[in-house]
């Protein structure tokens, strides 16, 4: 496992922007594919974004495409959410996820390393 951390979050009104940080520890950041998933209270964890190793490609929940956009630096081992036009539905606590298999990262299932989170709350 790798550990993640993730930074970036905070209380924000509808319409703003807020970009997201993940570092990861260790050598083997670029092995691995990224994701982000949320978690509002009372509902389950659900897929936000995933991406590729090299970063070329991208995956997007319909509630976030064209919103929100996942990148990665390789050489500073951090992946990033830039979120832009938030509403209230975005609050969450939202967390980073690694894995090193094969797959488009879209499900939960596939990850095998977890942030701890950060809270993103959208006020009207």
């Known amino acids: 496992q790798v550990q993640l951390v993730e930074s970036g979050g905070g209380l924000v009104q509808a319409g703003d922007s807020l970009r997201l940080s993940c570092a990861a520890s260790?050598?083997?950041?670029?092995?691995?594919?990224m994701g982000w998933f949320r978690q509002a209270p009372g509902k389950e964890r659900e897929f936000v974004a995933s991406?590729?190793?090299?970063?070329?490609?991208?995956y997007y929940a319909n509630a976030v495409k064209d919103r929100f956009t996942i990148s990665r630096d390789n050489a500073k081992n951090t992946v990033y959410l830039q979120m832009k036009s938030l509403t209230p539905d975005d609050t969450a606590v939202y967390y980073c996820?690694?894995?090193?298999?094969?797959?488009?990262?879209?499900?939960?299932?596939?990850?095998?390393?977890w942030g701890q989170g950060t809270q993103v709350t959208v006020s009207s």
């Open positions: 260790g050598r083997t950041f670029s092995s691995r594919v």
């Open positions: 996820a690694a894995f090193e298999g094969a797959g488009w990262g879209t499900t939960a299932r596939e990850y095998d390393s």
């Open positions: 991406i590729s190793r090299s970063g070329g490609t991208t």
